[in-house]
């Protein structure tokens, strides 16, 4: 990718601009309008909203809306370029969604060069490896830093309505900026690399230049991703040339990214819980083939729950692979299943959305799906599908009324009488006391469950542990039935 080559700026870059008289909306005129050779570093402040890239909703929808009371982005153009962006956020409640209460976080986020790290609020820091392409573009995709690179690297442009559209490559990292006739960098176009989405445009939206204490810059930045808003933010002040200094924390620097480990714990016999991390996957053993129930994450996580799969049950092929729902973090795993030959079974809201998402290109981060040459191929839920190989059914309900997503899904054994199920339910600790406020998505499972009639014994959360019915309903204050009090009895005696 050689992302710090964006930071190499030619040591002419001056000299070349210097009494430049190219015609208005070109990249010369532009850089010497908004004095980019003079502009090495900046940071600008605001208010706006914030997106959840990848948690919609609703399938194929708009990210979910945080409401941005303090935003700080602050870059160096440096070799290697650095940025930092400080935000503080709060959920905003859709009226017509049943949500957990809205917890106020505070972002603070770092880039230099090839590294990037979080600092949270109590001062842990956390290494960001994949965040690095992100954050840098977000750095040189700023109107000074566009101009300055893309002067740097050589960048072609052509005329384009009364301006011109600018493009410059580095490694297969490519930016596209428009200019207007003001001398106004009115748009940045890029491309991030994502598991689900493949190939993901990302264009930053400038307007509204106005003069803050002697520095043109835009008084509106709107940046989509994925098609959607994740970031509209209104100047309120900037500030040229502040003195950036980041210096890289040590376990930044020594941090290498821990193996991929799938934990086995047999639920029943032929049912296995492969545990790992903050996500799970359920593996069941039918007569001639296997399930499996979530592929979370990434094509590495599903990739090493299918060899998982196969160490413990050798010689079956993987027939089928459970979605929950689209969110990313459960659905980042699933295209190396497509690779294996499994059909996708999920709901059928969802299976207009991953065929457009996996036909996107894979250009910037080719995998096993994209190479390997077979397509996908679904089966869809509607409010129940069983599938069975004659001896074990497993039943696939649609989890109703839940302010979580639509077409959630939640899987149900009923000769084991285990439930699994993603976000809908994340068990507290062993000791921990039941909130004050049930969280709403768990009252929606107990209320799922009871309406269906099933008769649940074991929960295999996706993120968690193994719990019961009498710990879910413990969490959201609900007495346990009379005639489960009484088993239970029987049972200790």
């Known amino acids: ?57 609703v399938p194929g929808q708009a990210w979910p809306e945080f409401a941005v009371s303090a935003y700080t982005q602050t870059v160096s153009y440096s070799d290697p370029a650095a940025g930092r962006v400080e935000m503080t956020r709060l959920q905003v409640i859709d009226p017509n969604r049943a949500r957990p209460a809205p917890v106020e976080a505070k972002v603070d986020q770092y880039v230099v060069g090839e590294m990037a790290w979080n600092v949270a609020p109590n001062g842990t820091i956390a290494a960001q490896p994949g965040a690095v392409q992100e954050r840098i573009v977000e750095a040189w995709a700023t109107p000074h830093g566009f101009l300055r690179s893309a002067t740097a690297n050589k960048a072609t442009g052509t005329p384009a309505n009364g301006g011109s559209e600018v493009s410059f490559s580095v490694g297969n990292l490519k930016l596209t900026g428009s200019i207007n006739a003001q001398n106004e960098v009115m748009r940045v176009l890029s491309q991030f690399d994502n598991p689900v989405t493949g190939d993901t445009p990302v264009e930053f939206t400038y307007s509204d230049y ?7 810059f835009p008084g509106r930045i709107v940046r989509t991703q994925g098609g959607h808003p994740v970031l509209e933010i209104t100047v309120a002040s900037v500030t040229k040339n502040p003195t950036v200094a980041y210096a890289v924390p040590d376990d930044v620097k020594s941090y290498a990214a821990p193996p991929i480990n799938v934990e086995v714990e047999q639920l029943a016999d032929g049912v296995y819980y492969l545990k790992g991390g903050s996500h799970h996957s359920i593996l069941i053993d039918q007569a001639d083939h296997l399930v499996i129930v979530e592929g979370p994450q990434s094509p590495a996580r599903g990739q090493a729950v299918i060899d998982k799969a196969k160490e413990l ?12 729902h689209v969110h990313f973090d459960h659905s980042g795993g699933l295209r190396p299943f497509v690779a294996e030959g499994a059909t996708i079974v999920t709901h059928e809201s969802a299976r207009p959305f991953y065929e457009a998402a996996w036909g996107n290109p894979r250009m910037l981060g080719p995998d096993s799906m994209s190479t390997g040459g077979k397509p996908a191929t679904f089966e869809t839920v509607g409010d129940k599908h069983v599938l069975t190989d004659g001896k074990r059914p497993i039943e696939l309900h649609a989890i109703q009324g839940s302010g979580h997503a639509d077409g959630f899904l939640m899987v149900y054994l009923p000769n084991e009488k285990i439930l699994s199920e993603a976000d809908a339910y994340s068990p507290l600790a062993p000791d921990a006391p039941p909130p004050a406020t049930p969280n709403p998505y768990s009252v929606n499972l107990h209320e799922n469950i009871e309406r269906l009639g099933l008769d649940v014994a074991a929960i295999a959360p996706i993120h968690g542990r193994r719990v019961t019915m009498t710990d879910l309903r413990r969490d959201i204050g609900v007495p346990e039935p009379v005639a489960a009090k009484s088993k239970a009895k029987a049972k200790a005696k």
Not at 210 to 216: Q, T
Not at 313 to 324: D, L, Q
Request: proline residues 8%; aromatic residues 8%; positive net charge.
């Open 1 to 57: 990718m050689h992302l710090k080559k964006l930071g190499m700026l030619s040591v002419g870059l001056a000299m070349v601009l210097a009494g430049c008289s190219e015609p208005a909306g070109t990249l010369p005129a532009a850089s010497k309008a908004l004095d980019a050779p003079g502009t090495t570093s900046i940071s600008f402040t605001g208010t706006g909203k914030w997106y959840q890239f990848g948690q919609a909703p």
């Open 313 to 324: 049950v050798p010689n079956k092929p993987i027939r089928y692979v459970v979605n929950t």
């Open 210 to 216: 106005k003069d803050f204490n002697g520095v043109r």
